[in-house]
């Protein structure tokens, strides 16, 4: 079992009695700055970013809920949450004490019933530092929008925490790395070959979609990483499968709407056409389903870049001895 099942677990624990822990998210990091597009006209990302390992979990977004929901102003808790397919997120109290809580063993899968703007709020209140961080100004200037179009609504510059952009998304998925022009995977497995559904299968290229049936009940969404050996080129988990995520795409734009890119499949739609790196669906940023979540990126620190720099002219001086 990996690591953060263990520390997303026990921080679940604490927010039983309403207590809030500082979330952290597990990211990995994507390099190749500047690699040529996939022939769909996606992926080609210009910078070195770090994205989520896995998908926002239930216990993560509880969290946030307490830190941000006692009032809960913008709708950020949906009573879906608490029902048959939802991710047993439960509220209790009365408006301007509500406190949350999430089942142990719900902790660790991805959060769902979120809307687009929940999930920008989620990402200006990371971006804000948690705690009592803001969630309208930041990444995102929401100014209290939760309507059907806001197509102004854009990354600030200077974000630190952000949702993934389409292109930023699309690379993590299924760019093969290891140069600028390494070509992409069909799938988010490392993979050309349709992923099969086997949660004891070691050997890789599984994934949590529907076909014929849900995969696990009762509860429909796996733990985030528990297909082994199934993860992107980078080391994502869950790109393909478990819930449609949430990216930063405007896509068919009418006149009075503004409709926002999902991607990757989920349990209950798309089959495995939902997988693919040619499917490429959208929806209105309100719209909250038992089969839509969503994942984050961050700006590397400084340091980091600085000790990678340090790392490649360490090498380099190595190899140099060597020869």
Known sequence: MK???????????LCLGGI?????IDTVAVGNAGNAADTTGYGSVGYNYNIGK???????????LN?????????????????TYGCQIQRSGGSGSYTYSVASDYANRPVNYVSYWDSLRFANWLNNGQGNGDTET????????NGIDGRAIQRNAGAKWFLTSEDEWYKAAYYKGGGNNAGYWDYPTSSNTVPGRDMTDASGNNANYYTDGPLITPYYRTEVGEFQNSDSPYGTFDQGGNVWEWNEAIIDPGSFYADRGVR???WNSGGTDGLLASYRPSITPTYEHDGFGFRVSEVPEP???IALACGVVGLLGIRRRRA
């Open 3 to 13: 690591r953060v099942f263990v520390v997303t677990a026990a921080f679940a624990l």
């Open 20 to 24: 809030v822990q500082a979330v952290t």
């Open 54 to 64: 896995y998908e926002v979990t239930a216990g993560q977004y509880t969290a946030f």
């Open 67 to 83: 830190a941000k929901a006692a009032t809960d102003t913008y709708g950020l808790y949906s009573t879906n949450m608490a029902g």
């Open 138 to 145: 930041g990444a995102y200037t929401l100014g209290g929008y």
């Open 264 to 266: 990757g499949g989920s």
């Open 303 to 305: 340091s980091s870049i």
